[in-house]
């Protein structure tokens, strides 16, 4: 656990994490083991991020977040034995720098959120989200893209594979990959 990291009561973190520096873990949070949570990143009250999931630097994740693991869950086996830890087909979830998921959000496993992609309020993802993407909905789908500042983006240019997004209240200009591919 880095410097500057605070933890709040209530919180379960686990074996085998790491935890950056000058992080925020919220009241009630679950953090499972072999998570790994960048720098800077705070994550809300009663939020759940299990096992094989990758929050990189700066990553806000709001309250009564889930990041699940497993897309086909179980309680027992195909003969009734209760499940063990080796029996689970974890996946690994992503989430790039900058990434802010909002709250009430559900993120399947196994997906890649780009960097300072938006995941609006009680939004079901259940696919990839490019960087600066904004998506959200049950299932979220890709609605526009936002700044880095967080502010939806208002022009965008298309030039061969990338876009060139241009942010109204910073004045950023943000060269991304195009990728019909996602949400």
């Not at 029996?87 to 900058?98: F, L, N, P, S, Y």
């Not at 998921?101 to 939004?123: D, Q, T, V």
């Amino acid at each position: 656990i880095g410097k500057n990291t605070f933890i709040w009561h209530r919180a379960q973190v686990r074996e085998n994490i790491v935890i950056g520096n000058n992080c925020i873990i919220g009241k009630n949070c679950y953090i499972d083991h072999h998570v790994k949570i960048g720098n800077n990143v705070k994550i809300q009250n009663n939020s759940s991020i299990y096992y094989m999931t990758i929050l990189e630097d700066e990553v806000f994740i709001g309250p009564h977040v889930v990041i699940t693991n497993d897309k086909t869950p179980r309680a027992i086996d195909v003969k009734g034995r209760l499940k063990t830890k080796n029996d689970w087909r974890a996946e690994k979830t992503i989430v790039k720098q900058g990434a802010s998921i909002g709250a009430g959000s559900i993120i399947l496993p196994g997906l890649f959120i780009g960097k300072y992609a938006m995941i609006g309020a009680g939004s079901v993802v259940t696919k990839d989200v490019p960087d600066y993407g904004l998506v959200y909905g049950n299932p979220a789908k890709l609605n526009g893209y936002v700044c880095k500042c967080g502010n939806k983006i208002t022009k965008i240019e298309e030039i061969k594979n990338k876009l060139i997004l241009f942010c109204s209240n910073c004045k950023e200009k943000i060269i991304t990959k195009k990728n019909d591919t996602h949400c």
